[in-house]
Structure formats: structure tokens, C-alpha cells
């Protein structure tokens, strides 16, 4: 979507250039190629100018950001998802189970995706679909958003570097020994499967996940938060059997049981530095109803 910035500037930036200065704003070398090709996206008191100019002390500058193609091949379908927070940089919801973040084979109108372009739909500018942490289908809870190419770049870097923490609460089979600690365990995909993970020392790659018990709940079960230190696809589901206690209702990883219609998986707090403001913002959200119903 488009996005215009403002920045007032202090002496800290006294007669620098203006490319320099958004560079320290976090603005990539995409974004700024894209505002040398064209002096009208950068305006200092109110008059175009181009990236090298020096700025000064007390002048206002305008950055504007525009999107210029559109998913075209994204469906705007009418679904339910709650909204957590939403500003002018970031969206996060509060995504339910069974819901896909992308479309794919046989989930074409099913997606958040899809949600998003239809909840867009009367905005005049392109909308483009921009996941920052995917989650599986059947995974619930926090999802962000960026709504702009500069949110965007900024936070898809946060994450490569591990800036956003992210914690997740599941339900497992057992009661486990020690109520906290850390797996240390390479993950690889699974030889005779596209989908399957598991843990292999010899050609999997590096995986550490900390976990701390949060309740003892009946039919010997557990309710145990994570966070994780890297992100390897399906790393709580399979970091948990390989400690002997599968999740609950996952078909991957624990496919006898049948206590619930999906993996009793919830991301359920997101801790980051907003792209814009700057400033460190925590998210939560609340357990889905089927897992309610289980630690209650």
C-alpha cells in the first residue's frame, strides 16, 4: 500500500546527505533505488529533491512510498480472522486454525491471503500480500503483516536476525521430567516424505528450542510454552517427539491421536521493534477455544 513518511530533522543530521540519513531510518538499497529514479517521491519542505541533497537542521522532509503491481492472481474472498492491532506499517491477526497464510494446491480460496485482498478491497492502491511469520494451516495465533515495502524490508530483516520473539503454547502427551530446558537437535526432512521432518545428526540442520512446563493439566498432558531460537519447518512438532512428547492432534507426528482436529499449537506472543515508530511493542493473544477446553 502507499505510505507517506515525515521527518522532522534535528541538528544530530545537520548537513548530511539525505540518502545517509535514510539509510540510518533503516531504509533499504531497494527502496532507495526506487526514490533516486524518481525526485517527486522525495519532497524537503515541500519541494522535490533528490537523494543527495544535504539537509538541514529544522527542515521537514516527505518520503512517499508507492506500490506499483498488485497479486493479481490473489482471490479476495469474504473470511472471518480477528484483528489484533493495525496501524499505517504493520497488521497483526490473530489467525484461526485451518487457514493456510498463502494460497497452494486445493487452497485457492481458503488463505489469509485471500482474506486480506478481500479486506482491502477498496483501497485505491495495489494491495500485495507480505507474511512476515508464516505459520502452518493448522498452527493459531499471532500473524504479522506489513503493509508497505519499507515495513516490510525492515521487518523480513528483524526476522532473519531473530529479532522478533516469538513464543508458542502447546499441549503434549505426558508429564514431563524436567519442567524446563533446551533442545539441541538438527532437523532434515523426512527421506521418504515432501512433508515429514525429524530429527537427524547427521544431515539435518542446527535447531534449538527452550521449553518451560506452564501446567500439569488431567489425562496425563501438558501445557508447555516455547520459544524458539532458530526456525526450522515443523521444529516444536518435531523437537517434542523426539523428546517422547508429541502434540496433541498432530496427524504428522502423533497421528493415533485424536483428541483434537488439528496440532495443539498457538503462537500466542509477538515481542518486536516497530518498523516506523521504533519503539518495542508486545502482542498477545488469547487461547483458540479447543485448546481452552483442554486446560481448563
Do not use: W
Request: aromatic share 8%; net charge neutral; hydrophobic share 35%.
Amino acid at each position: 500500500m502507499n505510505r507517506i513518511l515525515e521527518y522532522n530533522i534535528s541538528k544530530d543530521y545537520e548537513g548530511i546527505k539525505l540518502s545517509s540519513y535514510l539509510e540510518m531510518m533503516a531504509y533499504p538499497s531497494s527502496i532507495l533505488k526506487d526514490l533516486r529514479k524518481d525526485d517527486s517521491l522525495c519532497k524537503i519542505n515541500n519541494k522535490s529533491s533528490y537523494l543527495n541533497s544535504i539537509i538541514h537542521a529544522g527542515e521537514h522532509i516527505e518520503i512517499y512510498i508507492k506500490e506499483t503491481v498488485a497479486n493479481e492472481s490473489l482471490i479476495p474472498v469474504q473470511l472471518d480472522f480477528d484483528i489484533v492491532y493495525e496501524d499505517e506499517d504493520i497488521l497483526l491477526v490473530n489467525k484461526p486454525a485451518n487457514m493456510p497464510i498463502h494460497q497452494s494446491i486445493n487452497n485457492y480460496e481458503n488463505s489469509l491471503a485471500n482474506a486480506l485482498a478481500y479486506y482491502y478491497r477498496n483501497e485505491t492502491s495495489p494491495f500485495i500480500f507480505r507474511c512476515i511469520n508464516r505459520l502452518d494451516k493448522d498452527t493459531s495465533g499471532l500473524t504479522l503483516i506489513a503493509k508497505n515495502p519499507l515495513s516490510a524490508a525492515i521487518l523480513s530483516k528483524a526476522m532473519k536476525e531473530r529479532q522478533i520473539k516469538r513464543t508458542y503454547t502447546a499441549i503434549v502427551e505426558g508429564i514431563l521430567n524436567d519442567k524446563e530446558g533446551r533442545i539441541e537437535a538438527p532437523i532434515a526432512r523426512k527421506k521418504e516424505s515432501c512433508i515429514e521432518r525429524c530429527v537427524d545428526f547427521e544431515n539435518g540442520q542446527r535447531a534449538i528450542t527452550n521449553y518451560k512446563v506452564i501446567k500439569e493439566l488431567e489425562n496425563s498432558r501438558s501445557l508447555v510454552e516455547f520459544s524458539l531460537e532458530t526456525g526450522r519447518t515443523h521444529q516444536i512438532r518435531v523437537h517434542m517427539k523426539y523428546l517422547g512428547h508429541p502434540l496433541l492432534g498432530d496427524i504428522l507426528y502423533n497421528p493415533d491421536d485424536k483428541t483434537m482436529e488439528r496440532q495443539a499449537l498457538h503462537a500466542g506472543k509477538l515481542i518486536f521493534l516497530h518498523p516506523i515508530k521504533l519503539k518495542e511493542i508486545t502482542f498477545k493473544a488469547d487461547y483458540p477455544d479447543d485448546m481452552k477446553n483442554l486446560i481448563n
